[in-house]
């Protein structure tokens, strides 16, 4: 995009047409629209989307690029747009299993504590006498 700017702004500050100008505010604004929601676009893809090139030929490219398609554009956006929230869900669902996997040892720690306490107070009263103190194990 500065490419264009340079291009298209005289060395007094005005623009060589109001046109460019025009163009120049459309990309300006897709540029900030991205940034808002998030999308990555190239400078190129932004001249692409706004000097709406015609087949094999960009404008202020020259001949020989193959141009990408808008649709193609708006596919790429909403492709990146889906990778960056799955990867946020990715994030948050390790964190849960994370602290599930935090509570599970605490249980475990707990049952095994109760366990040997059981097993403890058996012993203290000869094993005989507890036989109604019970710990199911599976």
Request: aromatic content about 8%.
């Amino acid at each position: 995009m500065k490419i264009y700017f340079d291009t298209h702004h005289k060395s007094d500050g005005t623009w060589s047409h109001s046109k460019a100008r025009e163009n120049y505010e459309q990309m300006n604004a897709i540029w900030a629209k991205a940034l808002e929601d998030g999308i990555k676009f190239t400078g190129r893809q932004i001249l692409e989307k706004v000097l709406k090139p015609k087949s094999r030929y960009v404008r202020g490219l020259g001949y020989g690029v193959k141009p990408n398609k808008s649709r193609e554009l708006e596919l790429e956006a909403l492709l990146e747009t889906e990778k960056i929230e799955s990867e946020k869900r990715n994030g948050k669902l390790i964190d849960q299993i994370q602290s599930q996997q935090a509570k599970i040892d605490n249980l475990q720690d707990s049952y095994d504590q109760l366990k040997f306490l059981i097993d403890k107070l058996r012993h203290e009263r000869g094993g005989s006498e507890n036989a109604s103190i019970s710990l199911h194990e599976d």
